[in-house]
């Protein structure tokens, strides 16, 4: 384990690094530290010049079961200022941003399942490649809040507003091959094949010219996202004032409840 990270690992070798979030008892959840932890390892690549890819994956079968529920009463704690509960609600926009900005050529590599914060966080990536058996699902409104993060414009961007109101507003849940149809995944490989696949990938990329390889991703996504932030920068406060709701409170702790260690249950 990388000096200094406690809840992700960090390997570097022929210029490619791989990040894997190591929280498997909790289904590599994404808690507040492990958010802080990726905005930290995303801002010390993007620093290096003997790194040209980085691959984002999860320990264990499973990617991440999404932002971790026994943080989310934060959200809602009217102990706390509002600017404190401000902080908390834009850390995941924060993650999203830092990885989404990484100069290098990104890939998530998912096995079993990536859902709400963990969806959220590869979309932030340039390219996502899953097992098959693998699923992704997007369950936030279901447990009584808004999709953040900047997710929503990204989803337009990716598959258009129909199919991104289906994983929204439906909380859908989109096997691989299926995912892979629409669009939300760009490669699929054989069941416990992704890393090596996004290994593959990322070879590719890294046979081209680095530097133009880098401008030209920020070229794209200069494109792609010019209007993102003016879509997505309040999304914070829309989950601290929809989680301070009686029907948000009652659907999280009805999903708590639901949880049961080593399930595949939905996370947010």
């Not at 999860?58 to 706390?80: I, K, T």
Request: include cysteine.
């Amino acid at each position: 384990m990388q000096a200094g990270y406690e809840n992700l690992k960090l390997e570097v070798a022929d210029r490619c690094a791989v990040v894997t979030l190591d929280r498997p008892a909790a289904r590599n959840a994404l808690s507040s530290r492990l958010m802080r932890e990726l905005i930290a390892v995303a801002r010390e690549l993007g620093e290096r010049d003997d790194v040209d890819a980085v691959i984002l994956t999860g320990a264990a079968r499973f990617f991440s079961a999404g932002a971790d529920l026994d943080d989310a009463r934060a959200w809602a704690d009217a102990s706390l200022s509002i600017s404190e509960r401000r902080r908390i609600t834009a850390t995941g926009y924060r993650l999203c941003r830092a990885w989404e900005e990484i100069p290098q050529v990104t890939i998530a590599a998912i096995e079993g399942y990536a859902v709400g914060g963990g969806l959220a966080l590869a979309l932030a990536c340039d390219w996502r490649v899953a097992g098959e058996d693998a699923f992704v699902s997007l369950p936030e409104i279901s447990l009584g809040i808004p999709l953040t993060w900047g997710t929503i414009p990204r989803l337009v961007n990716l598959l258009g507003p129909a199919r991104a109101k289906r994983l929204t507003i439906l909380c859908e849940r989109f096997a691989a091959p299926q995912a892979l149809e629409i669009g939300l995944l760009d490669y699929v490989a054989a069941s416990g094949g992704a890393l090596a696949l996004a290994r593959e990938v990322a070879a590719r990329a890294m046979s081209m010219p680095p530097a133009v390889v880098r401008m030209s991703k920020e070229s794209i996504n200069a494109v792609a996202t010019a209007l993102n932030h003016a879509a997505g920068y309040m999304a914070h406060d829309q989950i601290a004032l929809a989680a301070a709701s009686a029907e948000s409170r009652a659907a999280r702790e009805a999903a708590l409840r639901r949880k049961r260690p080593g399930s595949r249950g939905d996370g947010g």
